[in-house]
Protein backbone atom coordinates (compact mmCIF):
# COMPACT_ATOMS: atom_id res chain seq x y z
CA UNK A 1 0.00 0.00 0.00
CA UNK A 2 1.65 3.62 -0.86
CA UNK A 3 2.88 5.49 2.00
CA UNK A 4 4.18 8.30 0.49
CA UNK A 5 2.86 11.42 1.33
CA UNK A 6 -0.41 13.32 0.19
CA UNK A 7 1.14 15.46 -2.04
CA UNK A 8 2.83 12.80 -3.88
CA UNK A 9 0.53 13.37 -7.30
CA UNK A 10 1.04 17.33 -7.45
CA UNK A 11 2.94 19.77 -8.52
CA UNK A 12 4.93 20.18 -4.97
CA UNK A 13 6.09 17.01 -5.30
CA UNK A 14 8.13 17.62 -8.73
CA UNK A 15 9.35 20.70 -7.36
CA UNK A 16 10.65 19.06 -4.32
CA UNK A 17 12.29 16.01 -6.42
CA UNK A 18 13.46 18.79 -8.83
CA UNK A 19 15.29 20.44 -6.37
CA UNK A 20 16.98 17.33 -4.98
CA UNK A 21 18.07 16.07 -7.94
CA UNK A 22 19.51 19.05 -9.46
CA UNK A 23 21.19 19.35 -5.74
CA UNK A 24 22.33 16.23 -5.87
CA UNK A 25 24.16 16.00 -9.44
CA UNK A 26 25.92 19.42 -8.84
CA UNK A 27 27.22 18.33 -5.50
CA UNK A 28 28.36 14.76 -6.80
CA UNK A 29 28.31 14.82 -10.24
CA UNK A 30 32.02 15.61 -10.57
CA UNK A 31 33.01 13.57 -8.13
CA UNK A 32 34.79 9.92 -8.96
CA UNK A 33 32.76 7.21 -9.14
CA UNK A 34 29.48 9.06 -8.43
CA UNK A 35 30.01 10.04 -12.00
CA UNK A 36 30.00 7.01 -13.56
CA UNK A 37 26.90 6.33 -11.42
CA UNK A 38 24.61 9.15 -12.52
CA UNK A 39 25.76 8.93 -16.03
CA UNK A 40 24.59 5.04 -16.56
CA UNK A 41 21.48 5.61 -18.48
CA UNK A 42 23.17 7.66 -21.10
CA UNK A 43 26.15 5.24 -20.98
CA UNK A 44 24.40 1.81 -21.18
CA UNK A 45 22.38 3.23 -24.03
CA UNK A 46 25.33 3.98 -26.12
CA UNK A 47 26.75 0.78 -25.64
CA UNK A 48 23.54 -1.19 -26.47
CA UNK A 49 23.54 1.03 -29.28
CA UNK A 50 26.80 0.47 -31.06
CA UNK A 51 26.68 -3.19 -29.77
CA UNK A 52 23.39 -3.53 -31.81
CA UNK A 53 25.10 -1.11 -34.59
CA UNK A 54 27.62 -3.71 -35.22
CA UNK A 55 25.55 -6.10 -36.03
CA UNK A 56 22.55 -4.46 -37.90
CA UNK A 57 24.38 -2.25 -39.65
CA UNK A 58 26.73 -3.97 -41.69
CA UNK A 59 27.61 -1.57 -45.12
CA UNK A 60 26.39 -5.20 -47.56
CA UNK A 61 22.75 -4.31 -46.60
CA UNK A 62 20.72 -1.97 -48.57
CA UNK A 63 20.01 1.15 -47.18
CA UNK A 64 16.09 0.27 -47.01
CA UNK A 65 17.00 -2.83 -44.81
CA UNK A 66 19.36 -0.60 -42.31
CA UNK A 67 16.77 1.75 -41.92
CA UNK A 68 14.56 -0.80 -40.72
CA UNK A 69 16.86 -2.38 -38.72
CA UNK A 70 17.73 0.81 -37.19
CA UNK A 71 13.89 2.14 -36.56
CA UNK A 72 13.23 -1.68 -34.80
CA UNK A 73 16.54 -0.69 -32.79
CA UNK A 74 14.64 2.88 -31.69
CA UNK A 75 11.30 0.88 -31.20
CA UNK A 76 12.66 -2.12 -28.77
CA UNK A 77 14.70 0.56 -26.62
CA UNK A 78 12.45 3.18 -26.47
CA UNK A 79 9.57 1.20 -25.20
CA UNK A 80 11.69 -0.36 -22.88
CA UNK A 81 12.89 2.78 -21.20
CA UNK A 82 9.80 4.25 -20.64
CA UNK A 83 8.44 0.75 -19.18
CA UNK A 84 11.17 1.00 -16.50
CA UNK A 85 10.19 4.91 -15.56
CA UNK A 86 6.71 3.46 -15.00
CA UNK A 87 7.85 0.69 -12.64
CA UNK A 88 10.20 2.74 -11.06
CA UNK A 89 7.79 5.42 -10.29
CA UNK A 90 5.27 3.05 -9.13
CA UNK A 91 8.10 1.78 -6.88
CA UNK A 92 8.58 5.20 -5.31
CA UNK A 93 4.89 5.77 -4.73
CA UNK A 94 4.98 2.59 -2.30
CA UNK A 95 8.60 4.43 -0.03
CA UNK A 96 7.38 6.95 2.83
CA UNK A 97 10.64 8.79 1.19
CA UNK A 98 9.88 7.52 -2.14
CA UNK A 99 11.18 11.15 -3.46
CA UNK A 100 14.65 10.57 -2.78
CA UNK A 101 14.65 7.77 -4.70
CA UNK A 102 12.76 9.17 -7.51
CA UNK A 103 15.66 12.65 -7.11
CA UNK A 104 18.19 10.09 -7.66
CA UNK A 105 16.39 8.51 -10.87
CA UNK A 106 16.10 11.95 -12.50
CA UNK A 107 19.74 13.16 -11.43
CA UNK A 108 20.82 10.82 -13.76
CA UNK A 109 19.24 11.99 -16.52
CA UNK A 110 20.78 16.24 -15.76
CA UNK A 111 23.96 16.96 -15.71
CA UNK A 112 25.54 20.61 -14.76
CA UNK A 113 27.94 19.32 -12.98
CA UNK A 114 29.71 16.75 -15.48
CA UNK A 115 30.60 19.19 -18.06
CA UNK A 116 32.09 21.71 -15.94
CA UNK A 117 34.18 18.88 -15.15
CA UNK A 118 35.07 17.48 -18.67
CA UNK A 119 35.91 21.21 -19.40
CA UNK A 120 38.02 22.16 -16.56
CA UNK A 121 40.25 18.89 -16.92
CA UNK A 122 40.51 19.52 -20.46
CA UNK A 123 41.29 23.07 -20.03
CA UNK A 124 44.01 22.16 -17.81
CA UNK A 125 45.35 19.87 -20.30
CA UNK A 126 45.33 22.00 -23.16
CA UNK A 127 47.19 24.83 -20.46
CA UNK A 128 50.18 22.10 -20.02
CA UNK A 129 50.47 21.13 -23.88
CA UNK A 130 49.37 17.47 -23.06
CA UNK A 131 47.49 17.06 -26.09
CA UNK A 132 46.90 13.36 -26.02
CA UNK A 133 45.36 13.82 -22.60
CA UNK A 134 43.08 16.13 -24.10
CA UNK A 135 42.13 14.23 -26.75
CA UNK A 136 41.22 11.25 -24.40
CA UNK A 137 39.18 13.65 -22.02
CA UNK A 138 37.03 15.02 -25.71
CA UNK A 139 37.06 11.11 -27.09
CA UNK A 140 35.53 9.86 -23.97
CA UNK A 141 32.79 12.33 -24.11
CA UNK A 142 31.79 13.11 -27.97
CA UNK A 143 31.01 10.34 -30.85
CA UNK A 144 33.27 11.61 -33.54
CA UNK A 145 37.12 10.52 -33.98
CA UNK A 146 39.45 13.00 -31.86
CA UNK A 147 43.03 11.24 -32.73
CA UNK A 148 43.93 14.29 -34.84
CA UNK A 149 42.13 17.14 -33.44
CA UNK A 150 44.60 20.03 -32.96
CA UNK A 151 44.38 22.35 -29.97
CA UNK A 152 41.98 24.74 -31.37
CA UNK A 153 39.77 21.67 -32.54
CA UNK A 154 40.04 20.56 -28.84
CA UNK A 155 38.86 23.74 -27.22
CA UNK A 156 36.00 24.20 -29.88
CA UNK A 157 34.69 20.44 -28.94
CA UNK A 158 35.15 21.88 -25.39
CA UNK A 159 32.49 24.72 -26.02
CA UNK A 160 30.58 22.94 -28.55
CA UNK A 161 30.17 20.16 -24.88
CA UNK A 162 28.69 23.16 -23.05
CA UNK A 163 26.22 24.12 -25.17
CA UNK A 164 24.37 20.82 -26.46
CA UNK A 165 24.49 19.64 -22.93
CA UNK A 166 22.75 22.83 -21.30
CA UNK A 167 19.94 20.92 -23.72
CA UNK A 168 20.29 17.66 -23.14
CA UNK A 169 21.16 17.76 -19.94
CA UNK A 170 19.43 20.31 -18.43
CA UNK A 171 16.77 22.18 -20.03
CA UNK A 172 15.50 18.81 -22.00
CA UNK A 173 15.27 16.45 -19.14
CA UNK A 174 13.06 18.79 -16.90
CA UNK A 175 11.19 19.74 -19.49
CA UNK A 176 10.25 16.19 -19.93
CA UNK A 177 10.32 14.89 -16.63
CA UNK A 178 7.33 18.01 -15.71
CA UNK A 179 5.42 16.90 -18.65
CA UNK A 180 5.78 12.97 -18.24
CA UNK A 181 7.65 12.11 -15.40
CA UNK A 182 9.84 9.21 -15.00
CA UNK A 183 8.76 7.50 -18.30
CA UNK A 184 9.35 10.96 -19.97
CA UNK A 185 12.91 11.73 -18.90
CA UNK A 186 13.98 8.15 -19.54
CA UNK A 187 12.70 8.46 -22.92
CA UNK A 188 14.39 11.88 -23.85
CA UNK A 189 17.55 10.42 -22.21
CA UNK A 190 17.41 7.26 -24.17
CA UNK A 191 16.44 9.21 -27.69
CA UNK A 192 19.31 11.74 -27.74
CA UNK A 193 21.60 9.04 -26.35
CA UNK A 194 20.54 6.89 -29.76
CA UNK A 195 21.33 10.07 -31.62
CA UNK A 196 24.43 10.61 -30.56
CA UNK A 197 25.67 7.44 -31.53
CA UNK A 198 23.74 6.75 -34.57
CA UNK A 199 22.34 9.60 -36.09
CA UNK A 200 26.17 10.70 -37.64
CA UNK A 201 25.34 11.97 -41.54
CA UNK A 202 27.52 9.68 -42.81
CA UNK A 203 26.93 6.71 -45.43
CA UNK A 204 27.44 4.12 -43.11
CA UNK A 205 24.86 5.83 -40.61
CA UNK A 206 22.23 7.94 -42.31
CA UNK A 207 19.65 5.41 -43.22
CA UNK A 208 20.85 3.24 -39.65
CA UNK A 209 20.22 6.55 -37.64
CA UNK A 210 17.07 7.97 -39.63
CA UNK A 211 14.66 7.48 -37.13
CA UNK A 212 17.03 8.15 -33.99
CA UNK A 213 17.67 11.37 -35.79
CA UNK A 214 14.04 12.23 -36.31
CA UNK A 215 13.07 11.37 -32.42
CA UNK A 216 15.46 13.55 -31.45
CA UNK A 217 14.70 16.38 -33.23
CA UNK A 218 10.59 15.87 -32.24
CA UNK A 219 11.71 15.37 -28.47
CA UNK A 220 13.83 18.65 -28.66
CA UNK A 221 11.81 20.98 -30.72
CA UNK A 222 10.37 22.99 -27.89
CA UNK A 223 13.87 22.63 -25.45
CA UNK A 224 15.98 23.34 -28.01
CA UNK A 225 14.74 26.95 -28.90
CA UNK A 226 14.22 27.42 -25.03
CA UNK A 227 17.49 26.65 -24.39
CA UNK A 228 19.05 29.29 -27.18
CA UNK A 229 17.12 31.70 -25.53
CA UNK A 230 18.27 31.12 -22.29
CA UNK A 231 21.62 30.98 -23.68
CA UNK A 232 21.10 34.61 -25.03
CA UNK A 233 20.17 36.01 -21.89
CA UNK A 234 22.66 34.75 -19.78
CA UNK A 235 24.72 36.83 -21.95
CA UNK A 236 23.44 39.80 -20.58
CA UNK A 237 25.22 39.27 -17.16
CA UNK A 238 28.21 36.83 -18.98
CA UNK A 239 31.59 38.88 -19.21
CA UNK A 240 32.60 39.99 -22.95
CA UNK A 241 29.44 37.90 -23.91
CA UNK A 242 27.64 39.39 -26.95
CA UNK A 243 23.93 39.07 -26.49
CA UNK A 244 22.81 40.75 -29.95
CA UNK A 245 25.54 37.93 -31.57
CA UNK A 246 24.08 35.35 -29.76
CA UNK A 247 20.65 36.24 -31.34
CA UNK A 248 21.70 36.48 -34.31
CA UNK A 249 23.81 32.82 -34.24
CA UNK A 250 20.63 31.10 -32.77
CA UNK A 251 18.94 32.16 -36.54
CA UNK A 252 22.81 31.32 -37.86
CA UNK A 253 22.52 27.57 -36.49
CA UNK A 254 18.75 26.99 -36.94
CA UNK A 255 19.02 27.09 -40.59
CA UNK A 256 22.58 25.19 -40.82
CA UNK A 257 20.34 22.47 -40.75
CA UNK A 258 21.83 20.40 -38.32
CA UNK A 259 19.96 18.37 -35.09
CA UNK A 260 18.26 21.44 -32.93
CA UNK A 261 20.53 20.40 -30.09
CA UNK A 262 23.18 21.80 -32.10
CA UNK A 263 21.71 24.09 -33.82
CA UNK A 264 19.78 26.29 -31.48
CA UNK A 265 22.25 26.03 -28.63
CA UNK A 266 25.55 26.49 -30.60
CA UNK A 267 24.32 28.95 -32.60
CA UNK A 268 23.95 31.01 -29.25
CA UNK A 269 27.30 30.20 -28.11
CA UNK A 270 29.16 31.04 -30.87
CA UNK A 271 27.38 34.22 -31.70
CA UNK A 272 27.85 35.11 -27.96
CA UNK A 273 31.49 34.04 -27.75
CA UNK A 274 32.41 35.11 -31.48
CA UNK A 275 33.53 31.49 -32.38
CA UNK A 276 32.84 29.34 -35.25
CA UNK A 277 31.66 25.76 -34.01
CA UNK A 278 30.79 22.10 -35.26
CA UNK A 279 31.69 21.44 -39.10
CA UNK A 280 32.94 18.64 -40.47
CA UNK A 281 33.79 15.49 -38.37
CA UNK A 282 35.15 12.12 -38.67
CA UNK A 283 32.97 8.75 -38.14
CA UNK A 284 34.48 5.55 -38.33
CA UNK A 285 37.68 6.82 -40.83
CA UNK A 286 34.88 8.57 -42.79
CA UNK A 287 34.32 12.15 -43.00
CA UNK A 288 30.69 13.86 -41.98
CA UNK A 289 29.52 17.04 -43.77
CA UNK A 290 28.68 19.45 -41.58
CA UNK A 291 27.87 22.96 -41.63
CA UNK A 292 30.10 25.62 -39.60
CA UNK A 293 27.84 27.59 -37.02
CA UNK A 294 28.84 31.20 -36.40
CA UNK A 295 30.84 33.48 -38.33
CA UNK A 296 33.77 33.96 -35.68
CA UNK A 297 37.01 32.65 -34.95
CA UNK A 298 37.54 28.86 -35.32
CA UNK A 299 40.93 29.26 -33.58
CA UNK A 300 39.01 28.75 -29.85
CA UNK A 301 41.70 28.50 -26.68
CA UNK A 302 41.35 28.24 -23.25
CA UNK A 303 40.62 31.14 -22.67
CA UNK A 304 37.18 30.73 -24.84
CA UNK A 305 36.43 27.22 -22.93
CA UNK A 306 36.92 29.34 -19.61
CA UNK A 307 34.42 31.99 -20.48
CA UNK A 308 31.75 28.94 -21.96
CA UNK A 309 32.04 27.99 -18.35
CA UNK A 310 30.79 31.11 -17.37
CA UNK A 311 28.18 31.67 -19.59
CA UNK A 312 27.03 27.86 -19.19
CA UNK A 313 27.03 28.34 -14.94
CA UNK A 314 25.12 31.86 -15.39
CA UNK A 315 22.60 30.27 -17.93
CA UNK A 316 22.39 27.15 -16.22
CA UNK A 317 21.23 29.53 -13.01
CA UNK A 318 18.44 31.62 -15.40
CA UNK A 319 17.50 27.80 -16.36
CA UNK A 320 16.88 26.28 -13.55
CA UNK A 321 14.76 29.17 -11.47
CA UNK A 322 12.04 29.09 -14.13
CA UNK A 323 12.03 25.21 -14.94
CA UNK A 324 11.57 24.38 -11.39
CA UNK A 325 8.69 27.16 -10.77
CA UNK A 326 7.30 25.40 -13.85
CA UNK A 327 7.24 22.37 -11.72
CA UNK A 328 5.41 23.79 -8.92
CA UNK A 329 2.94 25.37 -10.85
CA UNK A 330 2.11 23.52 -14.22
CA UNK A 331 -0.08 20.49 -12.24
CA UNK A 332 -2.37 23.13 -10.27
CA UNK A 333 -4.21 24.02 -13.68
Known amino acids: MPVSPDWFYGSDYLFVVLCAALALEFLVGGLPGFSQILSLPRSVSVFLAHRAGRRLNRQNRSNRN?????????????????IFGLYAADFCRTLADGWIVEAVFVAM??????PLMNASALRRALARKSMERARDILGRIVEYETDNIDEHGLA???????????????VGPVFWYVIAG??????????????????????KHVAFGGVAGALDRLLNFIPAPLTGMLIVAGTLFAPTA??????????GGAASGQSPRAAWTQGAVAGALGLSLSGPR???????????????????NTTDIARAMWLYLIA??????????????????
Open 66 to 82: RRVRGALLVLTMLPLAA
Open 109 to 114: CVGLQR
Open 156 to 170: RGSVEIFAVRFCDGL
Open 282 to 300: RHDGAVAPGAWIGDGRARA
Open 182 to 203: LPGIFVYCVTTALADALAHPTE
Open 242 to 251: RPIAAMRGIF
Open 316 to 333: GFLGVVPLVLLALFVHRF
